[in-house]
């Protein structure tokens, strides 16, 4: 099944663009274009560092980040780092690397970090028996040494949530902080369903800045487990494994 039929949807243009129907998601939503020698400019200008992805990429894989230094544009890729000396340049280096690919240019978030690493969350939300968007796992996940990408295919991390969050907040906050992830990510399944239907379970990407804010890095519609079988506690796991047994068995009726 192609289009708003699908339950599994590819493009992060297209999901992303789904959120933007919400007023209230638009302030966590880092803006995002497609990348071409126009869009690069007008975002450097306006943010000094942008990310650059796959528009259907995964895992990490083919993510660039390009950043002023000093007088000059730094651009990294895997663990190496290259400088140019204008934009110009820069985009000429891009474009070398990712030929005809379509790819986006994403306001690049300065997240919070864990011993120096830049981690993420991935929330998994999921429909549950009483057909409402449940928060069934968040798992913190701490990037590589040297990378900048927190994916477990690149040698990322998977934590406890409370965890990655003890250095950056209070006790007392880390609670009613994750709470309000789960309302937002609730507030994106919901929203995500207006525009597709049949999903009934993402994995959200959400970075936290530096001054608490949440950013929305993507929505995954064929979320793994994974992550969560990294976890000491299985709890989430079995939570998650329930839930998408009984979306099957329902579906395939
Ligand atoms: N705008 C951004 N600002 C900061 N880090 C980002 C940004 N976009 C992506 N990243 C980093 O790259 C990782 C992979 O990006 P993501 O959009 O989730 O693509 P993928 O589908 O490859 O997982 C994120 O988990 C995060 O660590
Ligand atoms: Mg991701």
Known sequence: MKGAGSRHVSSKLLKTKALLNNKRLIPHIPRTKRFNRKTLQRMLRRYRM???????????????????RGKKWELRHET????????????????????KKAYLVQKGIRTLRYQGRPFDFRIMVQKNEQREWEVTGIVGRVAPPNRIVTNRSQGGTCMPARKVLRPSMKKSEIGPYVDHLYRLSRRIGRQFRKSYPNVWQLGVDIAVSRKLKPWILEVNTSPAVTPFLMLSNRSMYRRIARLVQWNRSRNAK
């Open 50 to 68: 942008v990310y650059l992805k796959p528009v259907h990429g995964l895992k990490g894989i083919g993510i660039m980040k390009a950043e002023k």
């Open 80 to 99: 190496k780092a290259d400088l140019f000396k204008d934009v110009p340049a820069l985009y000429r280096s891009i474009r070398r690397r990712i030929r």
